[in-house]
């Protein structure tokens, strides 16, 4: 039988099994545990991420939610290996492991090079600044000292040409959860940082101006008026596009400058949250949203 067992019990025939049903069903049971546990790392996976969050947020309690990624993992694998890949992603869990107090904030891994914290420290800032200053030292452990020197790899394509790939890096955005703000992890709402120089361009000459996802460069001459008045043109309606598309989606959105007070503005989504619940069950306003 070559793909295929009998089944017997004690000396008795109970019946006849194939390999790909026992493959399956080893996979299926990878696939679950995994959800419990990540394999690589041993971290909790999304079941139990899901069930602290839940438990948080039922309990009204102030935390802070913080992605974690790995970015960038193409290079090394291509040049050292999947092998080394790992590795530095196990490394990259520890360290995550660290920025947490023991027995009040939660690390989980999601899957591949993400991470998830729910961090209940006050002193939650200063514990992600430790986090990325201290990246560098996992870098050193995994990556070969001519590409840190570089500053990227390079890997032979299959015709012979190098190309090259830039370092690992980690990327982490933290996002602070007021009691009451949200009810359910299922709750949608998109957080959007921007630039005040993207709505409207200063005018300081002839600048170089480069993708930040392609690289390329042009050069851009910002003293030209009519230019200026093109570019504030562009970016208005791709504002009104962005907003059509939250109001759409029935998504509320978060939107921080990068020179906004971070806290100012979480607590003022806060409130404006808050004011539409009350209004939709018919309540009254707070004194202080009153007088807004």
């Known amino acids: 039988m070559a793909d295929g067992f009998v089944i017997v019990s004690s000396g008795r025939y109970l019946g006849m099994g194939a390999s790909s049903d026992v493959m399956r069903s080893l996979q299926s049971s990878r696939v679950l545990a995994a959800r419990y546990t990540n394999p690589l790392t041993l971290l909790p996976g999304q079941v139990p991420i899901n069930e602290h969050l839940d438990r948080l947020l039922a309990g009204r309690v102030p935390f802070t939610a913080w992605f974690i990624e790995v970015d960038q993992m193409r290079g090394l694998n291509d040049s050292e290996g999947f092998v080394t890949g790992d590795a530095l992603i196990h490394s990259t869990a520890r360290l995550v492991e660290s920025a947490c107090a023991h027995g009040i904030d939660f690390a989980g891994h999601v899957t591949g090079s993400r991470f998830v914290l729910l961090?209940?420290?006050?002193?939650?800032?200063?514990?992600?600044?430790?986090?990325?200053?201290?990246?560098?030292?996992?870098?050193?452990?995994?990556?070969?000292?001519n590409a840190r020197e570089r500053g990227y790899?390079?890997?032979?394509?299959?015709?012979?040409?190098?190309?090259?790939?830039?370092?690992?890096?980690?990327?982490?955005?933290?996002?602070?959860?007021?009691?009451?703000?949200?009810?359910?992890?299922?709750?949608?709402?998109a957080v959007r940082l921007y630039d005040r120089l993207e709505m409207e361009l200063p005018d300081l000459g002839v600048v170089v101006m480069q993708d930040a996802e392609t690289g390329d460069q042009v050069l851009v001459d910002t003293h030209d008026r009519r230019f200026r008045k093109r570019f504030a043109e562009a970016a208005a309606r791709r504002e009104e596009d962005v907003r059509a598309s939250f109001r759409k989606a029935?998504?509320?959105?978060?939107?921080?400058?990068?020179?906004?007070?971070?806290?100012?503005?979480?607590?003022?989504f806060a409130d404006l949250r808050k004011r539409r619940s009350q209004l939709a069950a018919g309540g009254s306003l707070p004194p202080h949203l009153e007088q807004a």
């Open 119 to 145: 961090v209940q420290s006050g002193d939650w800032r200063e514990r992600a600044e430790k986090l990325v200053a201290r990246f560098p030292e996992v870098i050193e452990a995994h990556v070969p000292v």
């Open 153 to 189: 790899f390079t890997v032979k394509r299959r015709d012979g040409r190098d190309y090259v790939r830039p370092l690992p890096k980690l990327v982490v955005g933290i996002l602070p959860v007021l009691p009451g703000v949200f009810e359910s992890r299922h709750e949608v709402v």
């Open 250 to 268: 029935g998504v509320d959105a978060l939107e921080l400058a990068t020179d906004d007070n971070l806290t100012d503005a979480i607590l003022r």
